[in-house]
């Protein structure tokens, strides 16, 4: 079988669409603004071509998402996203993902991790 691996690399982020999942990587000491919000989120369409897809989304090295960002990330209600897990390392980056979590209320599954295997496996799960 022949795996099909697709990587692209945003100023901001990393994105790579490998076995249905696809992973957005934020770059270290990243700063996501709206608008870098919605070059990410356009990426994300071209690259799943309306095909269901679970979603990592690494924060483990991003310094700051505005308010504005994560309201529109809140609000893309891609039906085409099964689940999503957050993986974050520090305290504040745990604190930005309880406020989407929180305020956000996202309309699939989502999870926040510490660990990508973690996150991975429990994305499986959920598209048993």
Known sequence: MVENIIKTELPDAIITYENDILTCKFRASSKINEENAKRIVNKVVELTNKKDYLLIIDAS?????????????????????????????????????????????????????????????WLKIQVK
């Open 61 to 121: 090295e991003m310094m700051f998402i505005s308010n504005e960002a994560r309201q529109y990330f809140g609000k893309r209600n891609n039906p085409h996203t099964k689940s999503v897990a957050i993986i974050v390392k520090s305290g504040i980056q745990k604190s930005f993902a309880n406020l989407y979590l929180k305020f956000s209320k996202p309309q699939r599954p989502t999870k926040m991790f510490t660990d990508q295997k973690k996150a991975t496996d």
